[in-house]
């Protein structure tokens, strides 16, 4: 199982782009929650499902 990559809102929307040309699993932050999600909410959240 290859793992999936997990893109902070301040990448932008390219550079994740260009990472799932290469055949990486990307998932973006926008994708699961609001910008205005603050750190310390959503990062637990994406590291407990890694």
């Not at 290859?2 to 926008?30: A, I, M, W």
């Amino acid at each position: 199982m290859s793992p999936t990559y997990f893109c902070d809102r301040n990448l932008g929307r390219k550079f994740p782009l260009h990472l799932r040309q290469l055949g990486l699993t990307v998932e973006l932050h926008d994708d699961h929650f609001s910008q205005e999600e603050r750190d310390e909410i959503w990062i637990p959240q994406v590291s407990r499902k890694q």
